[in-house]
Every structure is written in C-alpha cells, then in structure tokens.
C-alpha cells in the first residue's frame, strides 16, 4: 500500500482521525526517518516519547495484542500464575 501523506487531516472525523494516525504511524516507522529522527532527540525527549507511547499501549493493547501485534511475536503465550 502507497502510504499518501496529503490524506493526513485531523479534527474532522472519527474515522479521518484514526485513517489518519494511521498513515502518520506508518510513516513514523520508515526505517530512514526513524533512525535519522531518532538519532536528533536528546536522552530526556527519547525518554518522554517512549514512556508516553508505553502508556498509550498499555491502556489500549493487552499483552496478547502488544506482543502479537506491536513487537510481531507470533510464539507469545499466556503465562498464568
């Protein structure tokens, strides 16, 4: 899929919304921005993004889901106590 960042709109929708945070994403996780971007963030903002995004995952995804669906863990198991 063509990522097309002229689609990216905020504050109309819902759905445009969330289309939207997704192509930003998408974007965001391009191997040569991302290293390039990271490589220009002090130690405390790459500390503030990740522990923001952390939280925001921990809120959203169960720890199925962040294994599966954000770290790509297909062999992740339940491990009940």
């Known amino acids: ?13 819902t759905e445009l919304d969330q289309q939207s945070l997704a192509t930003f994403l998408q974007l965001c996780g391009r191997p040569q921005f991302a290293e390039e971007f990271a490589s220009r963030l002090s130690s405390e903002e790459t500390t503030e993004l990740v522990d923001h995004v952390m939280k925001l995952l921990r809120n959203h995804l169960n720890e199925n889901e962040y294994h599966r669906l954000f770290l790509g863990d297909t062999h992740h198991h339940d491990h009940k106590e």
């Open 1 to 13: 899929m063509k990522l097309d960042a002229s689609k990216i709109c905020f504050g109309l929708t």
